[in-house]
Nanobody, 123 residues
Framework: VHLVESGGGLVQAGGSLRLSCEAS????????MVWYRQVPGEDREWVAA??????SYRDSVKGRFTISRDKDRNTAYLQMNSLIPEDTGVYYC???????????????????WGQGTQVTVSS
C-alpha cells in the first residue's frame, strides 16, 4: 500500500484547506484511514480517523475539521476550516490494514504512512 498526501500550503488564520491522501496497491485491505500531524521537536499527534464509516476527532479540531473517505477514488480527505496557528505542522495520513487471513492482506504490514504535507497557518 502506498499513500500520497497533497493539499497542504500556507493560509491565514480563519482560512481553510483540504488535504487529500490517495492510496494505491492493496487498498481493499485498508479498514481505517487516519490523519496525524507533527510539529518539529514534538511527538506526532493523532488528529482524526475514519473507520467503518465512523469518524472521530481530537478535541481541539472538533467542529472545524471533517474527515471523509471516497473508496471509489481510494482517497481520504481532511477538510480543515477555521484554521488557527496551532494547526501548523506536517500532516500525515496512515492506512490501517485489516487483520485478515486473505493472502493479499495477510502479507501486508499493519499500517502504512504517507510522506506528509506541510500546513502553515499564519496569524
Amino acid at each position: 500500500v502506498h499513500l500520497v498526501e497533497s493539499g497542504g500550503g500556507l493560509v491565514q488564520a480563519g482560512g481553510s484547506l483540504r488535504l487529500s491522501c490517495e492510496a494505491s496497491g492493496d487498498t481493499g485491505c485498508i479498514h481505517a484511514m487516519v490523519w496525524y500531524r507533527q510539529v518539529p521537536g514534538e511527538d506526532r499527534e493523532w488528529v482524526a480517523a475514519h473507520s467503518g464509516g465512523i469518524e472521530s476527532y481530537r478535541d481541539s479540531v472538533k467542529g472545524r475539521f471533517t474527515i471523509s473517505r471516497d473508496k471509489d477514488r481510494n482517497t481520504a480527505y481532511l477538510q480543515m476550516n477555521s484554521l488557527i496557528p496551532e494547526d501548523t505542522g506536517v500532516y500525515y495520513c496512515k492506512a490501517d490494514i485489516v487483520a485478515s487471513p486473505v493472502p493479499e492482506c495477510a502479507t501486508l504490514d499493519r499500517d502504512y504512512w504517507g510522506q506528509g504535507t506541510q500546513v502553515t497557518v499564519s496569524s
